[in-house]
C-alpha cells in the first residue's frame, strides 16, 4: 500500500545481493537513481543495468546510426562511475517501444540471468506527479518490468527461455520504482550525491543538446533539488525515493 505524500518514507530493504535495473534509456537511471546505486555499489552489493534501447532517436542534431553508439559508450562510462560494469543493451527501438510479449520476453531473459533479488525501474505511469506526459518508451518498459519479475519465475510462460539455458528464476523479492508519484521507502542520497553528478555528467552529449547552460551546473542543480525534496520526506536528509512493490 502507498503511504500519502507527506507520510515519512522508509527506508529500502538492504537484506540483498544482486540487484537488476531496467530501463528505456542511456540517461534515465542517472537522473535519479545513481546516488542509490553508489551507495548500494560501496556496501559491495552487485547492480547492473539492462536498457531496452540504445537513445538512438534521443537527439535531433545526430542521426541514430551515430548517436546510438555514442550514448552507449556514455552509458557505459556513466555506470562505472557508480560502480556498475555490466551494462545491457537489448536492441529495441527507441521511441516505439511496444509493450507485449516480446518486450516481456527479454527482460524475463535478462532477470533470468542476473537472478536479483530486487529489480529497479522507472515511472511506468502515464504522466510525471499528473504534470507532465510521460514517454510511451519509459511506460512500456517500467510496465513490462513489473510483469517481467514475475514471469521469470514461470517456466511455462516462455517455456523457450529454458530451452535456451536460462532456467527459471523466481528470486526478486521487489520491485522499486523511481520516479514516481507515489513513493513509499528511499535511500539516503547524500553519500553518492557527487558520484550521482558525475555519473549524469557523462552524458554529457544529451546534457548539451538539452541545454545551453554549463552541464556540471545542470546536472549538479537537478540532482541537488530532486534529492533535497525527497530529503523532506526522510528526516531531512538528501534521498532517493522509490514506489517499493514486494512481491
Known amino acids: 500500500m502507498t503511504q500519502s505524500r507527506t507520510s515519512p518514507l522508509q527506508l529500502m530493504p538492504d537484506d540483498w545481493r544482486r540487484a537488476l535495473a531496467v530501463v528505456a534509456h542511456p540517461d534515465d537511471l542517472e537522473y535519479g537513481c545513481a546516488a542509490a546505486i553508489a551507495a548500494w555499489t560501496d556496501a559491495g552489493r552487485e547492480v547492473a543495468y539492462v536498457l531496452a534501447t540504445r537513445g538512438e532517436a534521443g537527439i535531433d542534431t545526430l542521426e541514430p546510426e551515430k548517436c546510438g553508439p555514442l550514448r552507449e559508450r556514455e552509458q557505459r562510462a556513466s555506470a562505472a562511475v557508480v560502480g556498475v560494469s555490466e551494462v545491457e543493451f537489448l536492441d529495441h527501438r527507441d521511441g516505439v517501444i511496444e509493450y ?8 524475463a531473459a535478462a532477470i533470468r540471468r542476473h537472478r536479483p533479488e530486487l529489480v529497479i525501474t522507472l515511472n511506468h505511469r502515464d504522466t510525471w506527479d499528473g504534470a507532465l506526459w510521460n ?24 517455456p523457450e527461455l529454458t530451452e535456451q539455458g536460462l532456467e527459471p528464476w523466481n528470486g526478486v523479492r521487489w520491485v522499486a520504482v523511481a520516479g514516481s508519484a507515489t513513493p513509499t521507502h528511499a535511500v539516503d542520497a547524500g553519500p553518492g550525491l557527487d558520484r550521482a553528478v558525475r555519473s549524469l555528467l557523462e552524458h554529457r552529449t544529451y546534457i548539451e543538446a538539452l541545454t545551453d547552460g554549463d552541464p556540471e551546473s545542470y546536472a549538479r542543480d537537478f540532482l541537488t533539488s530532486t534529492a533535497e525534496a525527497v530529503g523532506e520526506r526522510f528526516g531531512g536528509k538528501p534521498a532517493v525515493a522509490f514506489e517499493l512493490f514486494g512481491r
Open 100 to 107: 507485449g510479449t516480446a518486450l516481456r520476453r527479454d527482460i
Open 135 to 158: 514517454t510511451p518508451d519509459h511506460v512500456a518498459v517500467g510496465r513490462a518490468t513489473l510483469d517481467a519479475a514475475a514471469d521469470a519465475g514461470n517456466r511455462w510462460i516462455f
